[in-house]
């Protein structure tokens, strides 16, 4: 049978995408249901992790798992879970040491904001909103897998920041805020618990998500001038282009890999992408 370049290339990455680089690792995925966090969970399970899928969406987060089990033939779990609640995101954690025996990859995805809104009209419950969802879910996620990855000597923390935060957008202050802070804590994380073997990074994503699907519906011509200031003239898939970066900060390949800020946004943080809300 003739064999194209084209067919060769096409079977080296489908062998690159399933190496089994996870075998034998759980992770936690916050989030895990929708967006970049099923990008993420689909390119783990493509590489053999278990995987705990955290989602507040009771009928999403039990879909994904099931879908994960049948076509890829691993361990996945669904567990309702909102990260704004302390209680829950520990119990989160406790159940998945009980369920699977260990909790190597932690993956803080979950995250968002409010409508925009000027800074001198945020209000105190706004930031404390911004911080519960990006900050403190993170924060406690963190806390409650640290003893367990020290434990092993081994642990991969992937958190999430935002070219919103880094590049101070406009009328996204709560976000802004929230996701800085996420940075600040990892790096002090990785700092802290670098010696135990524990590897925490963060990677600043620009993808197309079912957020930016309806930003693009709703107001085109933004969306569409937002997307030519990207060098890369697109936004990035959750699972390959994402979920990549995410994969090689899980594995063994990212051990010496600590303290970084990944900005997965085809070029975006370079020179900064103008983003202007209707509003002075």
């Known amino acids: 049978m003739f064999t194209t370049f084209a067919d060769t290339i096409s079977t080296q990455l489908s062998e690159e995408l399933n190496m089994g680089r996870l075998n034998g ?3 936690i ?8 966090g099923l990008g993420i969970a689909r390119r783990f399970a493509r590489e053999g992790a278990t995987l705990v899928i955290a989602q507040r969406k009771i009928e999403v987060g039990e879909c994904v798992a099931q879908s994960l089990r049948e076509e890829f033939g691993v361990r996945a779990q669904f567990l309702a879970t909102d990260v704004c609640i302390k209680e829950q995101v520990e119990r ?4 998945t040491v009980s369920r699977f025996g260990a909790i190597d990859i932690l993956v803080n995805n979950a995250g968002g904001g409010i409508a925009p809104k000027s800074l001198a009209e945020t209000s105190d419950a706004d930031v404390a909103y911004g911080m519960d969802l990006n ?7 963190m806390q409650a897998s640290f003893p367990h990855m020290q434990e092993r000597g081994w642990g991969r923390i992937v ?5 919103n935060g880094v590049n101070a957008h406009m009328h996204t202050a709560p976000y802004n ?3 800085e802070a996420v940075r600040a804590l990892t790096r002090t994380a990785a700092v802290e618990w670098g010696q135990f073997g524990i590897c925490c990074n963060v990677i600043c994503p ?3 998500t079912a957020a930016y699907d309806e930003f693009e519906r709703t107001w085109p011509e933004a969306a569409g001038a937002i997307t030519r200031q990207v060098p890369n003239r697109r936004m990035g898939d959750p699972e390959r282009d994402i979920g990549g970066v995410a994969l090689f900060l899980a594995s063994d390949d990212a051990a010496h890999v600590n303290g970084m800020t990944i900005h997965a946004d085809g070029g975006s943080h370079v020179n900064g992408v103008a983003w202007r809300p209707d509003g002075d």
């Not at 989160?92 to 159940?95: E, K, N, R, S, V």
């Not at 900050?135 to 996620?141: C, D, G, I, L």
């Not at 958190?159 to 070219?163: P, T």
Request: aromatic share 16%; net charge positive; glycine share 18%.
């Open 25 to 27: 690792r759980v992770a």
């Open 29 to 36: 995925i916050t989030g895990g249901g929708e967006g970049i």
């Open 92 to 95: 989160l954690i406790a159940d």
């Open 135 to 141: 900050f403190w879910s993170s924060y406690w996620a």
């Open 159 to 163: 958190n999430f920041g935002s070219l």
């Open 177 to 179: 805020i929230g996701k």
């Open 206 to 208: 620009a993808a197309r």
